[in-house]
Nanobody, 120 residues
Framework: QVQLVESGGDLVQPGGSLRLSCAAS????????MGWYRQAPGKQRELVAT???????NYADSVKGRFTISRDNAKNTVYLQMNSLNAEDTAVYYC??????????????WGQGTQVTVSS
């Protein structure tokens, strides 16, 4: 099994910044793609950003230029630096990983989520 644990969510004022972290642990062989998704109240979960093990990134249009995703492969950790936050960024942010467990079984795993609230 693979576990993902997010941290860093908080209440922040508009225009502020936050850095989310997600650490993967357990029976990991390789994590090919790691990413962040978010779900605001009453809305569907949506992609925020993803990053491959080789460092190729993909961003939702709504966060381009404001958010930066990065990862430390040695630590199986992915980060999301969020700048210029606005109220529309308020959501529960979920970490996701796609890869293979140590038994070479393919898998897709989710964290429990961390709340980001942007409000004055």
């Amino acid at each position: 099994q693979v576990q993902l644990v997010e941290s860093g969510g908080d209440l922040v004022q508009p225009g502020g910044s936050l850095r989310l972290s997600c650490a993967a642990s357990g029976s990991i062989f390789s994590l090919y793609v790691m990413g962040w998704y978010r779900q605001a109240p009453g809305k569907q979960r949506e992609l925020v950003a993803t990053i491959t093990s080789g460092g190729i990134t993909n961003y939702a249009d709504s966060v381009k230029g404001r958010f930066t995703i990065s990862r430390d492969n040695a630590k199986n950790t992915v980060y999301l630096q969020m700048n210029s936050l606005n109220a529309e960024d308020t959501a529960v942010y979920y970490c996701n990983a796609d890869g293979r467990s140590s038994g070479m079984f393919p898998g897709n795993w989710w964290g429990q989520g961390t709340q980001v609230t942007v409000s004055s």
